[in-house]
């Protein structure tokens, strides 16, 4: 018998994403328009965004996609084998969302310009603060999942280190390094950096609280459209 081939890195996460803006169930595993891996990888998105690899268990992932158990070995070769196949399907989700202001980081090198770069700083960390997203609840699940990650560390934090953390930490830092006209260099670049984006983690992970501390009834878009407003300022302020 054929060993059945790898499931394609399949746009799963930004399917889920669409998913939630058709106003489908947000734990709804895929339904059965869907194939066997796109189904699974859904489910395990939910499920693991819920807990951890170790306390889900196949069972839960393969009722939630309404599949036969033994289709998660058949697919990905086990639990572990799905896992990473998440966090792969993670790193290119995330990825494709920044893709455009990457493009504009290029074009800025090949033109520098303090005022582009720090145009796109406050772009990227409105994006980040997730002034623009707070309605995907794909944000959510993947989240928790990175979180996590960052605070048990290991393999797999290595391999979301390798493939985004480091690259997306080099992109703030060059951004700091041309918005202050070269005055950050190196290492007061990367700290800059690092201090900049740790202030949007508020916004990024912890919306709950933040609507309670600030007394509003949700975080929508006029409330995003203060957090723009500060968030700009601050950076204003230190490029000036």
Not at 9 to 28: E, G, P, S
Not at 84 to 91: A, E, G, K, R
Request: aromatic residues 10%.
């Amino acid at each position: 018998m054929t060993a059945p081939a790898r499931p394609p890195i399949i746009r799963v996460l930004t399917l889920f994403a669409d998913m939630h803006k058709n106003a489908l169930k947000q734990y709804y595993g895929g339904g059965k328009e869907f194939d066997a891996p796109t189904r699974i990888l859904l489910a395990a998105l939910v499920e693991f965004g819920k807990d951890s690899p170790n306390s889900v268990g196949t069972r839960e992932i393969a009722r939630r996609a309404e599949i036969n158990i033994s289709a998660i070995s058949y697919y990905f070769g086990g639990k572990s084998g799905l896992y990473d196949t998440l966090i792969s399907q993670i790193i290119e989700f995330i990825r494709d969302a920044e893709a455009d202001f990457k493009r504009r980081m290029d074009a800025l090198k090949k033109d520098p310009s303090k005022e582009g770069a720090k145009n796109l700083l406050k772009d990227y960390m409105f994006w980040r603060a997730g002034a623009e997203s707070q309605k995907d609840e794909i944000f959510k699940h993947v989240e928790s999942i990175m979180m996590r990650e960052e605070f048990y560390g290991g393999k797999t934090l290595d391999k979301i280190y390798k493939n985004l953390v480091e690259p997306n930490d080099k992109f703030v830092a060059g951004l700091v390094e041309m918005a202050s006209g070269g005055k950050m260099r190196g290492d007061d670049a990367k700290i800059a950096a690092m201090i900049i984006t740790g202030q949007t983690m508020r916004f990024e992970i912890s919306k709950r609280t933040l609507v309670k501390t600030m007394g509003w009834k949700a975080f929508r878009e006029r409330e995003a459209g203060k957090v723009r407003a500060v968030l700009g300022g601050i950076i204003d302020k230190i490029f000036s």
